[in-house]
């Protein structure tokens, strides 16, 4: 997959803070969208104590919500866990999985933050930007921010404000369980994301694209034959030693 915008990732964390503030500048939040059909799901998991990760991309047609394909990437983890900063442990494996899908999905739906950030500059924000791919993050827990809770219905959604902006929502996906936050990552505004998320959300809490990324991501601790599993048109394998 092309990649629009590329950086060392061999950082130590001050350049890694300061590499986050100069990039959030670049961040398009209003809709950029083009026609949806191919809709991913993003999530990373590790292995070996941590020294590997594990990052799966699950693309599912729209608004089927079936699964067309799967791919998984294994590296060495490279950069420290420092909460703020997990996009530069985690994205080399995340853009090597998305580089073994056969097409780019039009639109990401991300396991973590996107603006809703300390630097405005989660996970979702991050990849959106150097894949230039519409992104959405979609977290179960709270970064930052503060909330009134949402109504117990679904669909229902308050906003997430830090320092005095609107940076997410608390989403309600179902009845009677806690709500998700929902930050525009890249290339959308927030309604629009609140939308996405709630039509690839079925029955569950989590919408689809994660269900199935997490699966992937954080499935038996072992490297999957290619074409195994997914529930699509196959699974790509790649790993890096």
């Given at each position: 997959?092309?990649?629009?915008?590329?950086?060392?990732?061999?950082?130590?964390?001050?350049?890694?803070?300061?590499?986050?503030?100069?990039?959030?500048?670049?961040?398009?939040?209003?809709?950029?969208?083009?026609p949806v059909r191919r809709v991913a799901g993003v999530d990373v998991g590790f292995e070996a104590d941590g020294a590997v990760t594990?990052?799966?991309?699950?693309?599912?047609?729209?608004?089927?919500?079936?699964?067309?394909?799967?791919?998984?990437?294994?590296?060495?983890?490279?950069?420290?866990y420092i909460p703020g900063l997990l996009s530069f442990r985690e994205l080399p494996a995340v853009l090597e999985a998305l580089d073994?899908?056969?097409?780019?999905?039009?639109?990401?739906?991300?396991?973590?933050?996107g603006i809703a950030h300390p630097r405005r500059f989660g996970i979702a924000s991050h990849l959106g930007l150097l894949v230039d791919?519409?992104?959405?993050?979609?977290?179960?827990?709270?970064?930052?921010?503060?909330?009134?809770?949402?109504?117990?219905?679904?669909?229902?959604?308050?906003?997430?404000?830090?320092?005095?902006?609107?940076?997410?929502?608390?989403?309600?996906?179902?009845?009677?369980?806690?709500?998700?936050?929902?930050?525009?990552?890249?290339?959308?505004?927030?309604?629009?994301?609140?939308?996405?998320?709630?039509?690839?959300?079925?029955?569950?809490?989590?919408?689809?694209?994660?269900?199935?990324?997490?699966?992937?991501?954080?499935?038996?601790?072992?490297?999957?034959?290619?074409?195994?599993?997914?529930?699509?048109?196959?699974?790509?394998?790649?790993?890096?030693?």
């Amino acid at each position: 997959m092309k990649t629009y915008l590329s950086h060392p990732w061999t950082l130590d964390p001050a350049e890694a803070v300061a590499l986050q503030r100069e990039l959030r500048a670049r961040l398009i939040l209003t809709d950029r969208l083009g026609p949806v059909r191919r809709v991913a799901g993003v999530d990373v998991g590790f292995e070996a104590d941590g020294a590997v990760t594990r990052a799966a991309v699950a693309v599912l047609r729209y608004p089927e919500l079936e699964v067309l394909e799967t791919a998984i990437a294994h590296r060495p983890t490279t950069f420290p866990y420092i909460p703020g900063l997990l996009s530069f442990r985690e994205l080399p494996a995340v853009l090597e999985a998305l580089d073994g899908l056969r097409e780019p999905p039009d639109l990401l739906l991300c396991d973590g933050q996107g603006i809703a950030h300390p630097r405005r500059f989660g996970i979702a924000s991050h990849l959106g930007l150097l894949v230039d791919i519409p992104s959405i993050g979609v977290a179960k827990t709270r970064l930052c921010g503060t909330h009134e809770e949402p109504p117990d219905r679904r669909g229902a959604w308050t906003p997430l404000r830090a320092e005095g902006e609107t940076v997410g929502a608390a989403l309600r996906t179902r009845v009677g369980v806690k709500p998700l936050y929902v930050s525009p990552g890249h290339r959308i505004g927030l309604e629009t994301a609140i939308a996405w998320v709630m039509g690839c959300c079925t029955r569950y809490r989590l919408p689809e694209t994660t269900r199935h990324a997490h699966r992937l991501a954080s499935g038996p601790n072992r490297r999957e034959p290619a074409g195994s599993g997914g529930g699509g048109d196959g699974q790509i394998v790649v790993s890096r030693g």
